[in-house]
């Protein structure tokens, strides 16, 4: 946090501090320099980034879906699962109810893969609201990087929140 900290300036007459990049803070609202630090936390919170364990399943996905994530990251906070599944997961899967399609007819199944499940961070599995918010940043982020052919699973089917898919 201090390397986000240039300077706290007290204006001459004493009615606000002004923070690093120009975010004024009345000085009735500061008790303590505890309650300075965590306004200051929130007010410049760092861009998320992708994790070892999204990392490694972007690795296995299509560059278009790459690309898109890449970009969505930087606005919103999430997720990767998974991206390529083998055969024992996909049909594992199928036992279970947690997709519909055998080995090799998933698009997770392609190699690289065709189809990623992604999740807002922190996991709230019943939280819809979230997955929309979620869904609306990927579709900007294909827009940005001129993809036009990522679905989301809830928009086709009404269910399977976490998929997205490239048409072609």
Not at 72 to 79: E, G, L, N, T
Not at 93 to 109: I, M
Not at 110 to 137: C, G, M, Q, T
Request: charged fraction near 30%; glycine fraction near 4%.
């Amino acid at each position: 946090m201090a390397s986000c900290i240039k300077e706290v300036h007290i204006r001459c007459r004493m009615e606000s501090y002004t923070l690093g990049q120009g975010i004024l803070i009345p000085v009735k609202n500061l008790f303590t320099l505890k309650t300075y630090q965590k306004l200051l936390k929130r007010k410049l919170k760092q861009m998320p980034s992708f994790g070892n364990r999204s990392l490694e399943a972007l690795e296995t996905v299509d560059i278009r879906i790459s690309k898109v994530l890449h970009e969505a990251i930087k606005h919103y906070d999430f997720s990767v699962l998974e991206g390529h599944r083998d055969e024992e997961t996909q049909n594992k899967y199928v036992e279970t109810g947690a997709s519909k399609l055998k080995f090799p007819y998933s698009k997770h199944n392609k190699y690289p893969s065709l189809a990623v499940d992604i999740v807002p961070y922190p996991v709230d599995w019943e939280n819809l609201h979230r997955f929309k918010e979620l869904s609306k940043v990927i579709k900007d982020a294909c827009e940005v990087v001129g993809v036009d052919t990522l679905s989301w699973g809830y928009d086709l089917w009404k269910w399977d929140m976490p998929h997205w898919e490239l048409e072609r």
